[in-house]
Structures are given as C-alpha cells and as structure tokens.
C-alpha cells in the first residue's frame, strides 16, 4: 500500500482533479439557463484554474487569477446583471438559433489545436522553475519589460474613463 | 499499474478544450453579457498555454508568466469597457438580446 502511494505523482493527481473541475464548470457556464447561476460556476471554474497555475509553478499568477478573476471580474459582471435585469431570470442565458452551426465550428477547433499541440516536440525533463517567482517577475517587469508594464497602466486607466463615460447616464440637453 | 502522469500536452489539451467550450458559448449565445464570459473562458485558456510553455520550454525566462499577467490586465479591462457598452446599449434598446442589435443591418 504504501509503495502504491509513493508511486503516484500527486501533482498528476492534482492536475486531473483540477482539469475535471474546470471542463465540467465551463460546460455549466454554457448550458445552465439562469445566467446568475452561470456567473457562480464561472467563479468555480476560475478558482480551479488558479489550482492548474499552481501545478504549473506559477504561484502569483494564481493570486492574481483569484484576486482579479474571482474577485473582481465575477462581482463586476453580476452587477452589470442586476442593472440590466429584465423579465424572466430562469431563462436569461439561452441559445440562438445556431446552436449547430456553433457547435461544429467549437468541435473543429478544439480537434484542430489538440491534433496540432501533440506535434509539439520539447526537451524530456526542463530544469525547474526558480522557487521564488515573484521576486523574478517585479524585477522583469521593472526592468526589460517596464514600457510594455507602464502602456497596460495607461490603458487600464483609458478604460476606467471610458466605462465611466459609457455606462453614464446620457441628458437631454448634454450639448448644450 | 496505474500510471498517472503529467506533460505538456495535457495541458495544451485542456487548454483546447477549454478554448473550445468558450467559442461555442460565443457564437451560441444570445445574451450579450453571456457572450462576454464566455470569452472570458477562452482568454483562460490562453493562460493555461502561457504558463505551459513557460514552465516546460523556457522556465528561467518568465516570459510566459509575464505575459499572461498582461492577458489578465487587458481581460479586466476588456471586461469593464464591454459591460458599460452593454449597460449603455440596453438604454436604447431595452434588451440585451444580440440578435436584435441590428442597426448595422439594412
């Protein structure tokens, strides 16, 4: 027995549990009709995600998948929800009328990217990646890649403004 | 023997399933807030490639992690942005059903 548990990877283990969560929550987040009840598995869907980063050794991207996904963008679309609530809730997230049409070119292309991701030919076993990746990142991210960092500040802070301007009440007489 | 494993590909394989999953939730749905999850669910799936690549092809680099944090960055604001066009469209149109946003159509 004990051989047996030394013997299994429990990241693999981890992994399949997690992948199992993740595939059977996106699925909910299509096919429930109340579409409040698809945001609360979409949160489910973004936690388990955040356990495959984890797998992957990237520990602040699973934070900040936690914090940014879960947190903020989950509370953000059930309050755009709420403000545009109308009329029956149970059947808020149905289908069109291409649901075969969609479903095909949905089959097509998650046949075409696994086929092609099996062609894929990398070193058997890569070195580790360095344990304490946050250090690594804020130096990266200060140093080699502080335009790209400073131009998402910008456009984080645009699309504050622009939601604003948006999402605004619109008056009448605005142009006077 | 039960030989559960990871490697690369099967990361790559829920990432396309995933990947897959969002689609057909974009192109099938009729509720334009549905259809902004749902690509949500594809931008994940990205991610999950990113991270991939970064810890099995370059793992010193962080350019996987580091781009995906910029993934991240773009989605909360693509998801901000595209609510308020929803919020301010439904003022219009009292719904926000995609097919009948049709203005474009003559």
Known sequence: MMAFLNSISWVAVAFHTLAAVVVISAL???????IVHAVLWLAVCFIALAGVFLTLDADFIALVQILVYAGAVCIMVVFGIMLIRRGNMGESNQFNRQVFAGGGVA?????LSGVLSFR???AGSPPDVPENTVDQIATLLLSKYVIPFEVAALLLLVALVGAIFL???VKADADS | MLT?????????ILAAVLFGIGLFGVLTK????AVLICVELMLNAININLLAFNKYITPGDFIGQIFAI???TVAAAEVGVGLAIIIAIYRNKLSVNLDEFDWLKW
């Open chain 2, 4 to 12: 559960l494993s990871v490697s690369l590909h099967h990361y790559l």
């Open chain 2, 30 to 33: 009729r509720n334009a807030v």
């Open chain 2, 70 to 72: 910029f993934v991240i």
């Open chain 1, 28 to 34: 909910l987040v299509v096919l429930v009709r109340n």
């Open chain 1, 120 to 122: 894929i030919r990398y």
């Open chain 1, 167 to 169: 999402a605004k009440e």
């Open chain 1, 107 to 111: 089959v097509l292309v998650t046949l």
